[in-house]
């Protein structure tokens, strides 16, 4: 189960890796194997489906995205959790909004995860 305390310090430690661009620091907080959706996947061309599995695959996208936007910044709004889940509400790239929901397994490190885009 995931406390708001938890859910909190997540999204504080989830942004300040992103705003470093310290893509070690980010994947601190996922499984080998987790899985990634995101439309922003299709727009780069990096998958048919928008659905990538697996550190190296989805570092591999990330690292791809920070060259893509050297500027990257995020602003945390609002952090959301439930039962393991959370969700971040947050300024991203290119003066969108975002929603990024992820799963949690019992030992608290994110297996899913799915970006939303306004």
Same mark, same amino acid.
């Given at each position: 189960? #995931?406390?708001?305390?938890?859910?909190?310090?997540?999204?504080?430690?989830? &942004?300040?890796?992103?705003?470093?661009?310290?893509?070690?620091? &980010?994947?601190?907080?996922?499984?080998?194997?987790?899985?990634?959706?995101?439309? /922003?996947?299709?727009?780069?061309?990096?998958?048919?489906?928008?659905?990538?599995?697996?550190?190296? +695959? #989805?570092?591999?996208?990330?690292?791809?995205?920070? /060259?893509?936007?050297?500027?990257?910044?995020?602003?945390?709004?609002?952090?959301?959790?439930? #039962?393991?889940? &959370?969700?971040?509400?947050? +300024?991203?790239?290119?003066?969108?909004?975002?929603?990024?929901?992820?799963?949690?397994?019992?030992?608290?490190? &994110?297996?899913?995860?799915?970006?939303?885009?306004?």
């Amino acid at each position: 189960m #995931i406390t708001r305390e938890q859910a909190l310090q997540f999204a504080r430690e989830w &942004v300040a890796a992103w705003n470093a661009h310290d893509l070690d620091k &980010v994947l601190e907080h996922y499984t080998e194997d987790f899985e990634m959706s995101s439309p /922003v996947m299709l727009q780069m061309g990096l998958s048919p489906t928008g659905t990538l599995k697996g550190k190296a +695959d #989805i570092r591999a996208y990330w690292e791809k995205a920070l /060259v893509k936007y050297p500027d990257l910044r995020f602003n945390l709004i609002e952090t959301l959790h439930c #039962i393991d889940t &959370v969700i971040l509400y947050y +300024d991203s790239i290119a003066g969108k909004k975002a929603a990024e929901w992820f799963a949690f397994n019992a030992e608290g490190k &994110v297996y899913r995860a799915a970006g939303h885009y306004n």
